[in-house]
């Protein structure tokens, strides 16, 4: 798009070393994990560019270029017509920084939150969007803060620069010519990256889904909150992506390193859409108020640590009180969902329903009922080695029934009704649960119905 200096992977980084040893890995264009530490940059550059990136800039009065508000405190360029911009950043793992002649520069300081920056190139084309989008980052910031952990570092910057859309800390550089909700919606998406990426930064080389996941999980709350406040959220469009993924025949496992999966497809529909998948389905397993509690306990009890895969269970079971091991076996690899209602039986006052697992997954599982008077009732079935249940949640006539093994391909559910009263059953009703194949999951029921088996 035109800017002049977009200037990332720009210096020799250091190598992580941890309990796993040295990572070394080569970046080949995908992923990054790097070392936490305090960088002092200073950048002589011409006095006609302005500067936008990571970290707090410590000279504001002698730059000016928008970071200090008197006009009458004008830029002192050296003998060589340069200034020399010292940036300090604390706590990051990375450094980028963008810079421009014809840079627009606007800031918005937050009462309870970072100094947020703008930089944008002075088109006419850019204007309007980008003087609207200081109020949404600002409202992504408090949404974000409150719901996933506090921000922790004292600024932000938003810079028009030379990539379509990628994180750093304190930072990102996004392509600026586009709409008003493109530009909202990568700014959200890669704001989120600085409490995956720069904050707890797992080895994205390692798991990338830990931060892409979660990232595209959390930005599918925040767009909800920005655009349609009053919509569920509990499941996303990222669902579409990971189950386009299992149909395809193209599924590699989701423990594939960053690196070496074989089809780009692939790693982005597990990167990004499997792994919004995986923080989102706990929903069903553990409830949404454990889920979203859960979110937050993990990144107070995990930031500046590097977490992996099972310190992340484990901050959900210890929320939850749920054993959660056997989910994050399954969800690693490439099992798929698949439950399905075989055989419904009116009994007397009663009603049998045979359940099937046909996926190579196992779940706890839901069953909604629609009753002949429209009301719901809902029977949650928990997996034997969940050790606990989902508590109640939407639905105000909830009961729970008896655990169903996971080595058990059937179950069968005695339902306290005549069929008589039931016009329609359906496995997970919300949708939480990614079944590769949801048309076995809804039985429809007529008055005089007494039996009924599906194909």
């Keep these: 798009e035109g800017v002049a200096y977009s200037m990332a992977q720009w210096y020799p980084k250091v190598s992580e070393y941890d309990f796993m040893g040295w990572h070394a890995d080569p970046y080949i264009g995908r992923e990054f994990h790097?070392?936490?530490?305090?960088?002092?940059?200073?950048?002589?550059?011409?006095?006609?560019?302005?500067i936008?990136?990571?970290?707090?800039?410590?000279?504001?009065?002698?730059?000016?270029?928008?970071?200090?508000?008197?006009?009458?405190v004008k830029p002192k360029p050296d003998e060589n017509g340069k200034l020399a911009w010292n940036f300090v950043a604390e706590d990051v793992h990375d450094f980028v920084w963008g810079a421009d002649k014809n840079y627009v520069h606007t800031r918005l300081e937050m009462d309870e939150g970072p100094t947020l920056h703008f930089f944008y190139l002075d088109e006419p084309d850019l204007k309007d969007n980008w003087e609207?989008?200081?109020?949404f980052t600002a409202r992504i910031f408090e949404f974000a803060s409150a719901n996933f952990g506090k921000y922790p570092y004292p600024q932000y910057s938003v810079i028009q620069?030379?990539?379509?859309?990628?994180?750093?800390?304190m930072a990102t550089l996004i392509t600026g010519k586009r709409k008003l909700s493109s530009?909202?919606?990568?700014?959200?998406?890669?704001?989120?990256h600085e409490w995956y990426q720069s904050v707890l930064a797992t080895n994205e080389g390692l798991y990338p889904w830990m931060d892409e996941g979660f990232c595209t999980f959390t930005s599918s709350k925040v767009m909800s909150h920005l655009f349609n406040p009053d919509e569920d959220t509990r499941v996303g469009s990222y669902y579409n992506s990971y189950l386009n993924l299992a149909s395809s025949g193209r599924e590699e496992p989701l423990y594939t390193m960053a690196d070496h999966y074989n089809t780009n497809y692939a790693y982005g529909a597990n990167s990004y859409g499997k792994g919004a998948v995986f923080a989102a389905q706990l929903g069903c397993i553990i409830g949404n108020e454990n889920l979203m509690n859960g979110m937050r306990r993990y990144f107070e009890e995990w930031k500046f640590k590097h977490p992996t895969p099972n310190d992340f269970i484990r901050v959900m079971e210890k929320t939850s009180g749920?054993?959660?091991?056997w989910y994050l076996n399954y969800m690693l690899g490439d099992e798929q969902i698949d439950y399905a209602i075989r055989r419904v039986e009116g009994n007397g006052d009663k009603t049998i329903l045979e359940l099937h697992n046909e996926g190579s997954m196992p779940m706890p599982v839901d069953i909604d009922i629609l009753t002949a008077d429209s009301s719901r009732k809902q029977i949650h079935i928990p997996l034997e080695i969940m050790r606990n249940a989902k508590p109640k949640e939407e639905v105000e006539d909830y009961t729970v029934a008896e655990d169903w093994s996971w080595t058990s391909p059937a179950y069968f559910l005695e339902v306290d009704m005549p069929i008589s009263e039931i016009r329609e059953i359906e496995i997970d009703r919300s949708g939480r649960m990614a079944d590769v194949n949801r048309e076995n999951n809804l039985i429809e029921i007529q008055a005089d119905t007494k039996i009924i088996i599906a194909n």
């Excluded at 620069?161 to 800390?169: R, S």
């Excluded at 909202?184 to 989120?192: D, K, L, R």
């Design 52 to 72: 936008g990136g990571t970290g707090v800039l410590q000279n504001a009065r002698e730059i000016g270029h928008g970071y200090y508000d008197d006009e009458k």
């Design 322 to 325: 749920t054993h959660l091991k």
């Design 161 to 169: 620069g030379g990539d379509g859309g990628m994180e750093y800390p």
């Design 34 to 50: 790097g070392v936490w530490g305090d960088f002092d940059v200073t950048i002589h550059i011409d006095s006609a560019y302005t």
């Design 132 to 135: 609207r989008l200081p109020e």
């Design 183 to 192: 530009l909202v919606g990568v700014t959200v998406h890669e704001a989120m």
